[in-house]
């Protein structure tokens, strides 16, 4: 007898959703579906506002990196306040940005290792989950939980004195920042007090990404068969080729590493990018024009990004990326799990960008801000620490947003989520007539790989706990697990 | 010279002009009573009232009422703080208020007099009036949704033949503020910045200069509204 598996809602990642699973006659996966059901419509309220309220209004869609929102319309309105993008702010205004944005990278993604992916290393993907979770890695590894609090605390301090607060700050202004790094500040997140220095942070970063070569080298084939599946890689890559978490080119390449997308500007887009709309779902499916629906598709994020780079621009982080390409002989990486491979070589990368930023003099310099000819319309591109965000706005005459399109990191890896729970499900669930811990486990760690935001990806609020249910093929529920 | 008077605000003795509206002999004698609408040395409007005070037992409006001798005003004490504090909920209601995205938050008088009587939600029910934005004039921005009617533009700005370059338009609940599209064409940077300055609210923005204040350096990032006497009233 067909039956429905519902997971809902999906533990430990940022947001809402849930896992539909359909067996047919023969208890086999015939469909999966990663259902997002949060609605906001920020699109739509922008409308109207003064353009210059953009990176403060449309930031609030999350609470988890506003920095990324703010930074990525700012970028847009550099364009529409004639500043050019990238490199068109003076020194300071776009030092201050990037080490806002890397500092936001830094507590990004030092919060999903260590507070949301971590319970499932430290603990055992299939411990009992009153224990794997952030609670139980504070009892059992007291060292590494105080890490993890300590340099998302770091991360939180840098955005403060760039954006002005921790969350939700104002610092990115049209055509640069509002303010410059003070030498006291500057000091203070070079030599802080106790463990908060920019060293000690190299230093813990590197520790945490040892730490999970260790575990993978034990693992290895758990990892590697988890969740494997070809598909493109999409970033923006610096122009020579380096990993820029903050401005570069629109490159893809596919699943040999051939690219397909060809380091374009990203202010055309939408040349190249379309979203795909399903009924069952508010997130909408982005793939690549050229390629079609079926083969266009294309993951973002830390796993993407070492796929579509060619070398980390910082000495410690270009080490560890040479061990992982030489993984799969410099192809690209199809590894599910690996993500948090890449994650923790970005975090460290990151930690490493910080400290170079800090000792750079032009932080401390007064020329914040460039405006030229006004333009109507901007795109502004950021690499999010869940991957490439787009926001594109179009002003009218009295400088009001009359159009905002926002393609959020989730919503790219919208399709990929979907294929890997579809893996995982046909791995673990074929033949089985009952939800068990370990295979609701495994589609909640396939997901969990991506960092989904899903407030983000919907431009929605609320947090994401896990409910599944299986359905025979009337419709009438089998087994229910809400977490 | 005009006559010294002797008053007293909550038993503190004062001394003022006769004559003197109660809330600038106030500030002058050290004490706060907040204002919204009033502005020294203008014609008062007395439109707010979030300076009702008790004058001689009777509630009265601080900014229209002239102290005399041996006035006893009462400002601080329970029931009056929580009849300031119903009138900022009405005057949050009434409009709308979206702090986290203005670019006035910390800078303005009504979310600091939110915060200074520790409103947490109003205990009115919201208006949600609709009201149009007025973007079309070159250097000001006009956010309708935020006016709180305290007329202070209307009395300030003006050009040089002596006309408001804003005006109140239509009655009760369908009262605006407008701003006179020709006289905004040559209003000055100058003129526009004040108009933003003076607004207690984020109603009057100037274009294209949004956010350029960094957090930490606005007005009540480090003090409660009233700690600065001197600079309340401009
Ligand atoms: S626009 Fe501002 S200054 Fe003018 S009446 Fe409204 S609140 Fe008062």
Redesign the pocket.
């Known amino acids: 007898m067909a039956q429905k598996v519902t997971i809902e809602p999906v533990t430990r990642v940022e947001g809402h959703g849930k896992v539909t699973i359909h067996l047919d006659d023969n208890m086999n996966v015939a469909q999966t579906r990663l259902h997002i059901v949060e609605f906001r419509g920020f699109e739509r309220f922008v409308q109207g506002r003064p353009y210059w309220e953009a990176p403060v209004l449309v930031q609030r869609l999350c609470g988890i990196c506003p920095v990324s929102h703010h930074l990525a319309a700012a970028k847009a309105l550099d364009v529409i306040v004639g500043a050019g993008t990238g490199h068109g702010l003076t020194p300071t205004g776009e030092k201050m940005r990037r080490l806002m944005h890397y500092g936001q990278m830094f507590q990004s993604h030092a919060l999903h290792f260590f507070h949301l992916s971590s319970p499932d290393f430290l603990l055992g993907y299939d411990a009992d989950p009153a224990i794997r979770n952030v609670i139980g890695v504070a009892i059992n590894f007291p060292e590494l939980a105080t890490q993890g609090v300590l340099m998302r605390k770091y991360g939180q301090e840098i955005i403060a004195l760039t954006a002005g607060k921790k969350i939700h700050g104002t610092g990115a202004i049209p055509g640069g920042i509002n303010k410059n790094l003070t030498i006291a500040e500057r000091d203070s997140l070079l030599h802080g007090a106790g463990p908060l220095n920019i060293d000690q942070m190299v230093a813990w970063a590197d520790g945490a990404l040892q730490f999970f070569k260790g575990y993978y080298m034990k693992n290895r084939e758990f990892v590697d068969n988890f969740a494997y599946f070809p598909s493109n890689h999409l970033s923006l890559v610096r122009k020579d080729g380096a990993l820029d978490l903050y401005h570069g080119v629109l490159r893809a390449v596919d699943t040999n590493g051939n690219k397909i997308l060809n380091d374009v500007d990203y202010q055309d887009y939408f040349n190249y990018i379309e979203e795909d709309v399903k009924s069952w779902s508010y997130m909408k499916f982005p793939y690549l024009k050229h390629l079609g629906k079926e083969k266009g598709w294309y993951r973002v994020g830390p796993l993407a990004r070492l796929n579509t780079a060619d070398f980390i621009p910082t000495p410690m982080a270009q080490k560890e990326f040479e061990i992982f390409k030489a993984h799969t002989n410099g192809k690209p990486n199809n590894y599910c799990l690996h993500t948090h491979w890449a994650r923790l070589i970005e975090l460290l990368h990151s930690a490493e960008v910080i400290k170079d930023l800090l000792n750079d003099p032009d932080l401390q310099k007064d020329d914040l801000v460039v405006k030229g000819t006004k333009q109507k319309e901007g795109v502004g591109l950021i690499e999010a620490p869940r991957g490439t965000l787009f926001h594109h706005y179009r002003i009218n005459d009295n400088d009001q947003i009359e159009m905002a399109n926002l393609i959020v990191s989730t919503t790219n890896n919208n399709e990929p989520m979907n294929q890997s729970v579809n893996f995982v499900a046909k791995k673990m669930m074929n033949g089985q007539a009952q939800i068990t811990e370990p295979m609701k486990n495994a589609v909640e760690i396939a997901i969990r790989a991506y960092d989904p935001c899903l407030s983000c990806a919907t431009h929605a609020l609320g947090k994401m706990p896990l409910d599944i249910k299986l359905y025979n093929a009337t419709g009438e529920i089998l087994d229910h697990f809400k977490s | 010279m005009s006559e010294i008077v002797k008053f007293t605000i909550d038993g503190k003795e004062c001394q003022g002009k006769k004559g003197q509206l109660i809330v600038d002999a106030a500030a002058d004698n050290g004490v706060y009573i907040p204002v919204l609408?009033h502005m020294r040395d203008l014609i008062p409007a007395g439109s707010c009232r979030i300076c009702t005070t008790k004058v001689n037992g009777r509630y009265m409006a601080a900014c229209t009422t002239p102290v005399d001798e041996g006035t006893v005003v009462e400002n601080d004490t329970p029931e009056l703080l929580d009849i300031r504090k119903a009138i900022v909920e009405m005057l949050f209601v009434e409009g709308n208020h979206f702090c986290p995205s203005c670019e006035k938050s910390g800078n303005c008088d009504l979310q600091a007099l939110g915060y200074k009587y520790q409103m947490m939600a109003p205990r009115f029910p919201y208006a949600f009036e609709r009201r149009e934005l007025e973007a079309s004039t070159p250097k000001i921005f006009?956010e309708k949704n935020?006016?709180?009617?305290?007329?202070?533009?209307?009395r300030v700005i003006k050009d040089d033949q002596g006309r408001s370059v804003?005006a109140f338009k239509g009655r009760g609940k369908t009262l605006q503020?407008n701003i006179d599209k020709k006289l905004a064409a040559n209003l000055s940077d100058e003129m526009a910045k004040k108009?933003m300055d003076?607004?207690?609210?984020g109603?009057?923005l100037r274009k294209e200069v949004g956010f350029v204040e960094p957090i930490g350096t606005k007005k009540y990032d480090h003090k409660p509204i009233g700690s600065d006497l001197k600079n309340i009233y401009q």
């Open positions: 609408c006009l935020r006016c709180i009617f305290c007329k202070r533009c209307v804003f503020i108009a003076i607004c207690p609210v109603a009057i």
